[in-house]
């Protein structure tokens, strides 16, 4: 892997670290997860992470995690999941630090709910995303357009649908 690619692979684990490294600064609680022993990481972890190697140890404990299971989740990408990866990383990395904190803060408040609730806005974002791009447009400036109160209704509205729809299933 030539020293472009694992520049962008490195901050790509830095930024899917980052998060760990922020609660760890601010004082990790008593139930703080173990660190990881560099010897513990394979051959090629090692090797894509090789510019930490002299500071691993001093690392906090939750950054060695998230930089273990990133490198290991990069491993076990194909090519094609790569490529998108990097794709995603260079669109994240032209994002204002406005827009990206409010990106962070919306993924922590979807990490925070119940998995059961987790579970339906997954489903719903893939129901948006399999419609047509011009209806995925219009309801995006339909939202975009609404007052808050506007909002609150159509959520409210969903929340129905969704209900009505459940009473309706056959029970199995």
Not at 11 to 40: D, E, H, K, M, T
Not at 88 to 103: G, H, N, S
Request: glycine fraction near 6%; charge should be positive.
């Amino acid at each position: 892997m030539n020293s472009k690619w694992q520049s962008l692979v490195l901050a790509l684990l830095l930024a899917a670290a980052a998060p760990a490294f922020a609660q760890a600064q601010q004082g990790a609680p008593p139930n703080a997860p173990a660190g990881v022993g560099w010897s513990s990481l394979s051959p090629e972890q090692q090797k894509l992470l090789s510019r930490f190697e002299g500071q691993w140890s001093s690392l906090p404990p939750a950054r060695q995690q998230a930089l273990a299971r990133g490198s290991g989740r990069w491993l076990g990408m194909s090519p094609d999941q790569k490529e998108l990866a990097r794709q995603r990383f260079q669109k994240w990395r032209a994002l204002p630090p406005d827009q990206r904190r409010v990106l962070r803060e919306r993924w922590e408040k979807f990490k925070s709910l119940p998995p059961d609730e987790q579970a339906v806005v997954r489903q719903n974002f893939r129901k948006f995303q399999q419609l047509p791009p011009e209806r995925r447009k219009a309801l995006r400036e339909r939202w975009g357009n609404a007052t808050p109160a506007e909002r609150k209704q159509m959520l409210q509205h969903i929340r129905e649908r969704q209900l009505q729809r459940a009473q309706r299933r056959p029970r199995g």
